[in-house]
Each structure stands twice: as structure tokens, then as C-alpha cells.
């Protein structure tokens, strides 16, 4: 299938440790465009580029057709002269999050949840991504830093859960991961430790020892939600680490998002589903697109979404279809659409 049009970054895509991966991963469209023997598509390509850097490691990339403009987990990371236009209701905040900001870097949409947006780094720029514009600045770098924030959640009984979020909180190194996480589990009314990160997906080398240890030892219940939209996504080695995480106790979740010339189709769906479950993840959520400015091009309309929905429904069983969510501002939930 794959493949890299340089030997080396060939090589190197199953090799090293994660933090190489991160070191290695391709930060350019000219990088891109060398390494998968693809051809520019003019100025507009630069200007989309100019506004969300290309950031895309080489494990990723090595599931690529060579040379597939059309490839569905191309598409995610491969900058489009469609960026530059957006519709009305796109914005560069469609979720309202600076209006649900609580302290320096904690979100609070739900009852009982609070989300901490740990850190600006992913390990991939996914073109259609929510939070591309999002000020991570703003948020604390240390555990030091997010003491006050701590404070305020053991002071409200009302938090049972902790979400880490990001950007990707697997981006941190797993000794200050295992801090910040050792004084969430400390906060005796918290009952679960979420993370949702993409890095199993985008490095499988990030499935360390440590932090399978961080999974294990907890008092918490731990929940890993990955994000994966084509059964592409998911290889060998990426299935090895899925299963490490699994075998620590944690439970494992997927959620998607529903991509024009990704996975809007049945039988894309339909195999990315039976490829989690064949991962030990379930099918959690299937998001409608966030309304975010740049990524109007993967928009599939809802009415198709739900009929996607309703043909998976008669050829999976229930527990393998995910649920189809959408997130509109303001509301006190998001919105199950099927
Ligand atoms: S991994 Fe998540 S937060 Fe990071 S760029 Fe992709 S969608 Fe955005």
C-alpha cells in the first residue's frame, strides 16, 4: 500500500521512540508533497498553510497511497486552497468555548464533567479540527501552574469527572503527565480520569511503559477516547498499542467525525467500526462537523448523515454503531441526532 517515496522516512516511520516520531514528523507541504510524490495545487494551497501549519508524523504518513490525492487519510492532513473559504455559519469559535472558559484553562459545558485543555501540541494538524484557532496560550504549563485550577475542582464535589484534552495530552511527557494526573486521582470525589488524545493513532510509540503504568495504578476509572475516522488508520503497530492500553484496565472509545472524502460513505463506516472492534474499541461517537472557519469543505450534510446512520444499523450490530452527535453552542448537551 504505502508508501513513502524516500527509503529512509520509510524506515524510520516504525522506529525510534516517540519523541523522535514528533521530531521526524513532516512540518511542510513541500515535505509533504516530496515524501507521497504528490503535486501542488496552487496559491491558495500556500495561503491555507499560511493559516494552519502542515504537521504530519511519518507512522501517519506511511499508511498513505503514494501519490492518492483522493486518499481519505490524505485528506485530513493535506492543506486545501477550500480553506480559504467559509460560510456564515462557520466561525473561528463554533462551540462558544471562550464563553464556557471557567478558569485558566478548564472548560466547564456539562454537569459533573470539567475538561482541561492541557496543552496546545497534537501530534498531527488535522485540517478540520475544532479547536485551529483556539488561544492555548492561555492555559497552564505546568503542574505547578494548575494548582489554583486543582484547587477549584476539589473544592466542588460536583466534578466526578476529569477530561485531559488539548490539543493532545499525550503530548506531554510521561513524567509530568503522571503529575498532573496523580493529583486529579488525589481529589477523592473525582471518580474517572478521561484522555482524549489522537497519539496512539498518529505514533503508536506513544503507548509507553510509563504511561501504561499511569493507566494502571490509578484510583480512578481511565477512559482513553482515540480518534480514528478510517479503518486506514488503524495498522499493526497501532493495533498492538490499542491492546496495551486495553489490557491496562482502561476502557477504550473511539470517536469520529463524519468527513466529506473521508468516511462518508457505508462501507467506510462500516469498516472502520468492525476495525475498532477488532482493536478491543467501541464505536462511541460519530460528530457532525464543528462549524469551524477552514473546514468547510469536509461538510456532509446531516440528512445524508442520518441515513448513513440508519443503513449501518442494518448490517452491525447495535453496540458496533456509533452514536451520531452534533455540538451546538449553548447547549447543556450535545445534541444525539442518532
Ligand atoms: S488531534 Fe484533535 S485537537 Fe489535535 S489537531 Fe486533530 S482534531 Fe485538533
Redesign the pocket.
Known amino acids: 500500500m504505502t508508501i513513502l517515496a524516500n527509503k529512509t522516512d520509510l524506515v524510520r516511520a516504525g522506529s525510534g521512540t516517540w519523541q523522535d516520531q514528533m521530531k521526524w514528523a513532516i512540518r511542510d507541504l513541500r515535505g509533504l508533497r516530496d515524501a507521497l510524490g504528490l503535486a501542488a495545487e496552487g496559491g491558495l494551497q500556500l495561503a491555507a498553510e499560511a493559516e494552519f501549519p502542515v504537521?504530519a508524523p511519518l507512522p501517519y504518513l506511511a499508511r498513505i497511497n503514494s501519490g492518492d490525492l483522493g486518499d481519505p487519510l490524505l485528506r485530513q492532513v493535506w492543506p486545501s486552497g477550500n480553506e480559504m473559504e467559509s460560510p456564515g455559519h462557520f466561525s473561528t469559535d463554533p462551540l462558544g468555548e471562550s464563553d464556557a472558559t471557567t478558569s485558566s484553562g478548564m472548560l466547564q459545558k456539562y454537569q459533573g464533567r470539567v475538561l482541561l485543555v492541557t496543552t496546545g501540541a497534537?501530534?498531527?494538524?488535522?485540517r478540520?479540527?475544532?479547536?485551529?484557532h483556539f488561544p492555548y496560550e492561555q492555559s497552564p504549563k505546568s503542574v505547578v501552574q494548575w494548582e489554583p485550577t486543582l484547587a477549584k475542582i476539589a473544592a466542588d464535589e460536583s466534578v466526578e469527572e476529569v477530561i485531559l484534552?488539548?490539543?493532545?495530552p499525550l503530548t506531554i511527557v510521561d513524567h509530568s503527565l503522571d503529575s498532573l494526573v496523580s493529583r486529579i486521582d488525589e481529589i477523592a470525589h473525582v471518580k474517572r480520569i478521561r484522555f482524549?488524545?489522537?497519539?496512539p493513532i498518529?505514533i503508536p510509540q506513544r503507548v509507553t511503559d510509563a504511561f501504561l503504568g499511569i493507566l494502571a495504578n490509578a484510583r480512578s476509572q481511565m477512559i482513553v477516547v482515540i480518534?480514528a475516522n478510517h479503518a486506514n488508520e488503524l495498522d499493526l503497530l497501532v493495533e498492538q498499542a490499542l491492546s496495551k492500553i486495553a489490557n491496562s484496565g482502561a476502557m477504550l472509545l473511539n470517536q469520529a467525525?463524519l468527513l466529506r472524502g473521508v468516511n462518508d460513505s457505508l462501507g467506510s463506516l462500516k469498516d472502520l467500526s468492525e476495525r475498532l472492534l477488532s482493536c478491543r474499541v467501541l464505536p462511541y461517537y460519530l460528530h457532525q462537523l464543528d462549524p469551524v472557519n477552514g473546514a468547510a469543505h469536509f461538510e456532509v450534510d446531516v440528512k445524508q448523515g442520518l441515513q448513513l446512520i440508519t443503513e449501518l444499523r442494518s448490517c452491525l450490530p447495535g453496540y458496533a454503531v456509533p452514536r451520531y452527535v452534533q455540538e451546538l453552542r449553548g447547549e447543556p448537551n450535545k445534541t444525539v441526532l442518532a
Open positions: 504537521f497534537c501530534a498531527v494538524h488535522c478540520y479540527c475544532f479547536r485551529r484534552s488539548g490539543g493532545d482524549h488524545t489522537r497519539l498518529m480518534h467525525v
